[in-house]
């Protein structure tokens, strides 16, 4: 069923950025809450609304669609098919649509469907608990929209050639941006995370998630990932004689853990640029291990032996982490930002978060939290004994030329007490 039309902005509305998303399927087993989340999505100017009342009906009316909708609001309890069905459904069909989970259920409830989502890969903007309101769904759309500009109302990016990576690469296009990691306890600024950016001379900025499997599936991921190092080795030793000495975590793919010349190649580097190997922080997935362990263990023991750190990166998201942090060498784990978000509002995940922070405690490591976006996060993280925390909360990521004026206009702030 299709509904068009557009009301006029309540006051809670006209106060933020109006969303562009120009459409929306809303699949509700209640035509009372259907019409209520169709008016709502009018409030806040997406124009173009559909309607199913479970996810069967939503599958056929996606199926029947020349241009699909650009976003999925998609409620719990359904007959016939219900919302954490559809989810695996829209996966299996390979649908990708932004979606937004809603029910009257118990939050803990509905964040634990919104996380099955995003395990499943599917691209949850959030959740929100009923009565919807344009104030509730128009904060979910903001923060997409400000996390990811070109996304709403857009086009999927094109993909990247092939041909168009190695000359990127041959032409030392890629760059690194730097986020800062912050230690809870003090404030102080104790290192930053390298992170590759491709500023390409048509597309415009382009993201790792893009390219890095593009490089990991034809071999290149080897001659990026030393660029990268050798980018972000300079940088600090450049810092280093500004006096601002920090360490630089690095992700290392988990292909390049099968290469035992890794090691030299890494130590080469570090010796080249002057910069102490414990200010080297290496980052690796626990997919890292799972294809040769053996050779893995072998680098990176080896790696730890010459003194640089390890990271166990992304923890939460596999399913033996506890036992690789039993067989490798790691000096710090870094919990993923899927434990982070919300975590004021969600009983079982703050749970969770605790029991990690003291287990790596008890094995004598560093926790780094990714994805910290509020102070409701960042004081739950200090409530839990996290070490450092990363995010938007505090800075994005930058070149390393802003970086100085970064933290001198931090030491000014925090000296007004302004932080």
Same mark, same amino acid.
């Given at each position: 069923?299709? !509904? ?8 809670? $509305? ?13 699949? %509700?087993?209640?035509? $009372?809450?259907?019409?209520?989340? &169709?008016? $709502? ?12 009342? !479970? ?5 056929? &009316?996606? =199926? ?31 649908? %990708? ?20 989502? *995003?395990?499943? +890969? ?23 929209? !400000? ?14 050639? /092939? ?16 986020? @800062?990691?912050?230690?809870? #306890?003090?404030?102080?600024?104790? +290192? ?8 390409? @001379? ?8 893009? *390219?890095i499997p593009l490089a990991e599936q034809s071999g290149l991921v080897h001659e990026l990932t030393v660029q990268v190092l050798n980018q972000a080795l300079m940088q600090a030793m450049a810092w280093s004689a500004e006096d601002i000495n920090l360490s630089v ?5 988990? /292909? ?5 010349? /890794? ?30 362990? +053996? ?18 990166? %992304?923890? +939460?998201?596999? *399913? ?12 710090? /784990? #870094? ?12 009983? @079982? ?18 926790? &780094? ?12 993280? #200090? =409530? ?11 800075? #994005?990521?930058?070149?390393?030329? =802003? ?17």
């Amino acid at each position: 069923m299709r !509904n068009d039309g557009a009301h006029g902005l309540n006051e809670t $509305v006209a106060a933020m950025e109006r969303p562009t998303v120009g459409s929306v399927l809303v699949i %509700d087993d209640s035509a $009372v809450q259907r019409a209520h989340g &169709v008016r $709502v999505c009018n409030e806040l100017g997406i124009a173009e609304t559909y309607e199913a009342g !479970n996810g069967r009906e939503a599958l056929a &009316v996606l =199926e029947g669609l020349e241009t699909a909708p650009q976003l999925l609001v998609i409620d719990l309890e359904m007959p016939t098919m219900d919302g954490p069905e559809l989810l695996t459904q829209l996966r299996r069909r390979d649908i %990708d649509i932004p979606i937004i989970v809603v029910s009257s259920r118990e939050r803990a409830l509905i964040h634990s469907v919104g996380h099955m989502g *995003f395990i499943l +890969g599917l691209r949850i903007l959030g959740t929100v608990q009923k009565p919807l309101t344009p104030a509730s769904i128009g904060a979910v759309l903001q923060n997409w929209i !400000n996390e990811a500009p070109a996304a709403a109302g857009q086009p999927r990016p094109e993909p990247i050639d /092939l041909a168009d990576l190695r000359a990127g690469l041959d032409a030392a296009q890629i760059i690194v941006y730097y986020q @800062p990691q912050i230690e809870i #306890k003090s404030g102080a600024v104790r +290192g930053v995370e390298a992170l590759a950016r491709w500023p390409h @001379p048509t597309l415009g900025l382009i993201y790792p998630e893009r *390219f890095i499997p593009l490089a990991e599936q034809s071999g290149l991921v080897h001659e990026l990932t030393v660029q990268v190092l050798n980018q972000a080795l300079m940088q600090a030793m450049a810092w280093s004689a500004e006096d601002i000495n920090l360490s630089v975590a690095v992700n290392v793919s988990p /292909l390049l853990l099968d290469r035992a010349e /890794l090691v030299q190649e890494i130590a080469s580097l570090q010796q080249a640029y002057s910069v102490p190997p414990e200010r080297v922080i290496l980052e690796v997935t626990e997919s890292s291990l799972l294809r040769e362990p +053996g050779v893995a263990m072998g680098v990176l023991t080896r790696l730890r032996l010459r003194g640089f750190g390890l990271a166990l990166d %992304d923890y +939460g998201t596999g *399913f033996s982490s506890m036992q690789q942090l039993a067989r490798i060498p790691f000096t710090e /784990l #870094k919990i993923d930002k899927s434990f982070v978000k919300g975590v004021h509002q969600r009983g @079982p995940l703050r749970v969770m978060l605790r029991s990690a922070v003291e287990m790596a405690s008890e094995l004598g490591l560093v926790t &780094v939290a990714e994805g910290v976006e509020s102070s409701e996060e960042l004081q739950v993280l #200090k =409530e839990c004994g996290c070490t450092f925390a990363q995010g938007w909360l505090f800075a #994005k990521a930058m070149p390393g030329v =802003e970086l100085a004026a970064w933290l001198e206009a931090r030491d000014i702030s925090r000296a007004h007490g302004e932080e």
